[in-house]
């Protein structure tokens, strides 16, 4: 079946320890977006990209960066965790001439 | 810019009961969204709304597109345990932006 896929679906790091969270779609959409979710809130547009345009959403802070090496695969880099990047990271694909989007399972990221 | 209010934010019914919730913004929208998110989980496109009066059914779950396409509402009949989560609208932010702004969501609460 055709998918949104993330990994690792939790993930635990140290505070100031660089992280990637991988996003990867068998959609073969144009369109990769990085959300951001903490507790009971509705998820936080980080970032997308356009095939290969990137676009940073304005108040994404620096400490977050992403890559997306071919179609198929998306990664978020966090460079240096604080508490506050604790949350769930979610992945999603759009076809990119269509405004829908489909999300994957999400990552949980903890922050020791 | 635009907003989107989803009321109620929270529901407490009874398995079996039916269920009813909307979604509105002082903007006009081209498209309506409808997810739910389970606990842990990415959220899942439940239905998509594209024409204004249009009315979808998904299974038990019905959707509409407000004639004014300021809003739009979410029936789910004979409620049951699964249906428990978050329910999120979503509409594009700008036409053709590939982005979309969300409600806030409604948890909704069975109990059995």
């Known amino acids: 079946d055709a998918m949104v896929i993330q990994n690792p679906r939790y993930q635990v790091t140290q505070f100031g320890k660089p992280v990637t969270l991988s996003c990867s779609q068998t959609l073969n959409h144009n369109v990769m977006y990085w959300y951001q979710q903490k507790s009971s809130q509705a998820p936080k547009l980080l970032f997308h990209y356009y095939d290969k345009d990137f676009n940073n959403e304005a108040d994404t802070p620096d400490n977050f960066q992403s890559r997306r090496p071919n179609t198929s695969f998306c990664f978020l880099d966090i460079r240096s965790p604080g508490l506050g990047d604790a949350a769930m990271y979610l992945c999603?694909?759009?076809?990119?001439?269509?405004?829908?989007?489909?999300f994957g399972p999400g990552t949980r990221l903890l922050v020791l | 810019g635009q907003q989107l209010n989803q009321s109620p934010q929270s529901m407490f019914i009874q398995e079996g009961e039916d269920v009813s919730m909307n979604c509105t913004s002082s903007?006009?929208?081209?498209?309506w969204l409808w997810y739910k998110q389970d606990p842990g989980e990415g959220p899942v496109l439940l239905i998509a709304?594209?024409?204004?009066?249009e009315l979808t059914s998904n299974g038990r779950l019905t959707a509409q597109f407000g004639i004014t396409r300021k809003d739009s509402f979410l029936n789910i009949s004979a409620s049951i345990p699964s249906d428990v989560g978050i329910y999120f609208c979503a509409g594009p932010r700008i036409q053709g932006a590939q982005k979309l702004v969300f409600g806030q969501g409604t948890r909704l609460t069975i109990n059995p």
């Open positions: 999603a694909t759009s076809p990119g001439d269509q405004e829908t989007q489909y």
């Open positions: 709304l594209y024409k204004a009066g």
């Open positions: 903007s006009i929208f081209n498209t």
